[in-house]
Each structure stands twice: as structure tokens, then as C-alpha cells.
């Protein structure tokens, strides 16, 4: 089994930053990769940002400019940092994590999930 442990979250005026954090642990083989996922009261669930082990990143439209995605690839562990936050960013952040477990598994991977951290952006 693989463990996500999501924290940074918090409360924070409009126009303050937050650093998400989410490390995993278990039985690892291997990474594709990590990312973070929220998802707003009365709202489906979205991609926010995902970074690739070999550092390739994607956002989100909304968070182009205001959010930054890196790896630790040797602590396993991925970070989010939010600028510039607004009142439409407050939702609970997923970390997800597709990882591969053993050598003889396939390399596409299997996704694990955090149990999220919360982000309030005030007006």
C-alpha cells in the first residue's frame, strides 16, 4: 500500500500565499507522477497540478501564473505553492500520487489518493 500525507492547508486572505505539501511513503517502486486535485463545496472535483518525475508540469487554466508544482523526487514528496490566492481558490486539496509497486507491475502505474487539506481564501 502507498500513503499520502497532505499538509499546508489553512486560512488566508485574498491575495496571501500557502505551500502545500503531500510526502508518500509504503511500498514504492517507482513514481510517475504527483499531483494536486481540489474540490469546492457543490463542485466536481478538478486537476489543479501535476508534475511529472522527470519535472514535466501541468495547471490547471484558473492557476496558470498563481501556482507552482514541484518534486522531491528522493523524498518522495510533492509541493504546491499558491500565490496570489482568491476567494474561488477555497477547496479542499487532494494530493494523488501514480506510483508503481513492484519491478514486475505494470508501468503505467496505479493512482493512490491523500485524504485532502483544506484551503480558505477570505475576501
Known amino acids: 500500500q502507498v500513503q499520502l500525507v497532505e499538509s499546508g492547508g489553512g486560512l488566508v486572505q485574498a491575495g496571501g500565499s500557502l505551500r502545500l505539501s503531500c510526502a508518500a511513503s509504503?511500498?514504492?517502486?517507482?513514481?510517475?507522477?504527483m499531483g494536486w486535485y481540489r474540490q469546492a463545496p457543490g463542485k466536481a472535483r478538478e486537476l489543479v497540478a501535476l508534475i511529472t518525475t522527470a519535472g514535466s508540469t501541468t495547471y490547471a487554466d484558473s492557476v496558470k501564473g498563481r501556482f507552482t508544482i514541484s518534486n522531491d523526487n528522493a523524498k518522495n514528496t510533492v509541493y504546491l505553492q499558491m500565490n496570489s490566492l482568491k476567494p474561488e481558490d477555497t477547496a479542499v486539496y487532494y494530493c494523488?500520487?501514480?506510483?508503481?509497486?513492484?519491478?514486475?507491475?505494470?508501468?503505467?502505474?496505479?493512482?493512490?489518493w491523500g485524504k485532502g487539506t483544506l484551503v480558505t481564501v477570505s475576501s
Open positions: 494523488n500520487a501514480n506510483t508503481v509497486t513492484s519491478f514486475f507491475a505494470s508501468r503505467k502505474g496505479v493512482n493512490y
Open positions: 509504503g511500498t514504492i517502486f517507482s513514481i510517475n507522477s
